[in-house]
């Protein structure tokens, strides 16, 4: 079974960076696509973007320009890069994985079925 542990979180102030690494195990890690998602306090999860198995990105428009994906296949790590953080972007943050995928697949959020604990963020004003 795939495991993944987030980490990284922190207090930073608005306008601060912060990196999340996603270490993944129990899987091929090269055939997984990796999702980061959020939740904030008394709301949903909010799917916040991914990167497939191939190294395509896609992020929902709030975090464009701001968030950068990554990943490391030799070390079976994914990264959120977090720029310009502001208040809102408080949440516990975490990774899913979903796979696996042949080349060039398409993904949905729907395909992203294995999470792990997150790890908290704090933007403070």
């Known amino acids: 079974d795939v495991q993944l542990q987030a980490s990284g979180g922190g207090l930073v102030q608005t306008g601060g960076s912060l990196r999340l690494s996603c270490a993944v195990s129990?899987?091929?890690?090269?055939?997984?696509?990796i999702g980061w998602f959020r939740q904030a306090p008394g709301k949903g999860s909010e799917g916040l973007g991914w990167?497939?198995?191939?190294?395509?990105?896609y992020y929902i428009d709030s975090v464009k320009g701001r968030f950068t994906i990554s990943r490391d296949n030799e070390k079976n790590m994914a990264y959120l890069q977090m720029n310009n953080l502001k208040p809102e972007d408080t949440a516990v943050y975490y990774c899913a994985a979903g796979g696996p995928f042949g080349f060039m697949a398409t993904l949905a959020w729907s395909d992203f079925t294995s999470y792990g604990p997150g790890t908290q963020v704090t933007v403070s004003s």
């Open positions: 990167i497939s198995n191939d190294g395509m990105t």
């Open positions: 129990g899987v091929i890690f090269d055939d997984y696509g």
